[in-house]
T-cell receptor
Framework: NAGVTQTPKFRVLKTGQSMTLLCAQD?????MYWYRQDPGMGLRLIHY???????AKGEVPDGYNVSRLKKQNFLLGLESAAPSQTSVYFC???????????????FGPGTRLTVT | AQSVTQLDSHVSVSEGTPVLLRCNYS??????LFWYVQHPNKGLQLLLK??????LVKGINGFEAEFKKSETSFHLTKPSAHMSDAAEYFC????????????FGTGTSLTVIP
């Protein structure tokens, strides 16, 4: 049981390049999330998904796109990277169970992205 | 709507002294509350959570937090700080009924002085 995994762990992009970050979870969770973490700002939600084939915008969605073609995978895309997207990106998943004992988020290890 | 305010961006304590990290929340519904810890260059680990059971919640590594509805607070405490506690701590609020969105505070950086 690997939990939540993210690839790659590190990446350096030039301005204007594109890339896709992959998040995978093996806990059969319905909900998945992408956050970015910047110093002094906590984690901010970029996009999230409440199930296979569905996505929704979070707090800071501009410049990012996502897809959830399979329940276990949640992809985050940058079509044209900008220096302002330099950040650490975290993926998370959670169960849709209403049982409170199951109610929490599980996080991946993060991807450190630098855009020059 | 839900939100979280962590009242201190930095806290510094001496090893062996108590730790208090403060968190206030705002929620239109009965909230679930969480504390996560992040060590340098690591991911986030759940310390403890409150989900409307006992108001005093015990977590890992000797941490605990008390849910106080009248004060809308969920402060994190530990009786005696250890060097390994030095990390960033995040308070998080969520409401099960409103689509599993989790709202993070901006974090408190804990320094432990030897």
């Amino acid at each position: 049981n690997a939990g939540v995994t993210q690839t790659p762990k590190f990446r350096v992009l030039k301005t204007g390049q594109s890339m896709t970050l992959l998040c995978a979870q093996d806990m059969n969770h319905e909900y998945m999330y992408w956050y970015r973490q910047d110093p002094g700002m906590g984690l901010r939600l970029i996009h999230y998904s409440v199930g296979e084939g569905t996505t929704a915008k979070g707090e800071v969605p501009d410049g990012y796109n996502v897809s959830r073609l399979k329940k276990q995978n949640f992809l985050l895309g940058l079509e044209s990277a900008a220096p302002s997207q330099t950040s650490v990106y975290f993926c998370a998943s959670s169960s849709n169970s209403m049982r409170q004992s199951f109610y929490e988020q599980y996080f991946g290890p993060g991807t450190r992205l630098t855009v020059t | 709507a839900q939100s979280v305010t962590q009242l201190d961006s930095h806290v510094s304590v001496s090893e062996g002294t108590p730790v208090l990290l403060r968190c206030n929340y705002s929620s239109s519904y009965s909230p679930s509350l969480f504390w996560y810890v992040q060590h340098p260059n690591k991911g986030l680990q759940l310390l403890l959570k409150y989900t409307s059971a006992a108001t005093l919640v015990k977590g890992i590594n000797g941490f605990e937090a008390e849910f106080k509805k009248s004060e809308t607070s969920f402060h994190l405490t530990k009786p005696s700080a250890h060097m390994s506690d030095a990390a960033e701590y995040f308070c998080v609020v969520s409401v099960i009924l409103t689509g599993n969105q989790f709202y993070f505070g901006t974090g408190t950086s804990l320094t432990v002085i030897p």
